[in-house]
């Protein structure tokens, strides 16, 4: 699996996870992905992943208007989608610990850090 497909299966997480911290409208919210080198590249855009998250009532929607007039709508994480983060959170550190324990020994033969460092 390359790394756009696994980034792609975690977007949802991480987007609620940006949320979190502060309300933010898309394109700030895909800088914000590119700080932790999770590039929206040959993923697509971000706004279906939004429009989905407001659609299964996980984040408020709001419109501001800019200082150049135009109009931005705004993402803010609500109660449903903080539940949602906290659980996608602990399904992924579960699957986490279930591919490390299945890894363990080729772990063992090399460091961790050399696996990273590979990519």
Same mark, same amino acid.
Not at 18 to 26: A, D, F, V
């Given at each position: 699996?390359?790394?756009?497909?696994?980034?792609?299966?975690?977007?949802?997480?991480?987007?609620?996870?940006?949320? =979190?911290?502060?309300?933010?409208?898309? +394109? *700030? !919210?895909? #800088?914000?992905?590119?700080?932790?080198?999770?590039?929206?590249?040959?993923?697509?855009?971000?706004?279906?992943?939004?429009?989905?998250?407001?659609?299964?009532?996980?984040?408020?929607?709001?419109?501001?208007?800019?200082? =150049?007039?135009?109009?931005?709508?705004? +993402? *803010? !994480?609500? #109660?449903?989608?903080?539940?949602?983060?906290?659980?996608?959170?602990?399904?992924?550190?579960?699957?986490?610990?279930?591919?490390?324990?299945?890894?363990?020994?080729?772990?063992?033969?090399?460091?961790?850090?050399?696996?990273?460092?590979?990519?």
């Amino acid at each position: 699996m390359d790394r756009t497909s696994l980034i792609k299966g975690h977007l949802e997480m991480c987007v609620l996870s940006i949320l =979190s911290r502060q309300k933010s409208y898309g +394109y *700030e !919210i895909m #800088k914000e992905l590119e700080k932790h080198n999770l590039k929206l590249k040959g993923v697509g855009s971000i706004y279906p992943i939004l429009t989905k998250l407001s659609e299964q009532e996980l984040v408020y929607t709001s419109r501001e208007l800019t200082e =150049s007039g135009k109009v931005r709508v705004y +993402y *803010e !994480i609500n #109660k449903n989608g903080q539940r949602a983060l906290t659980n996608k959170i602990a399904e992924w550190l579960h699957l986490q610990n279930d591919i490390k324990s299945l890894l363990a020994n080729n772990m063992k033969e090399t460091n961790e850090d050399d696996y990273i460092n590979k990519n």
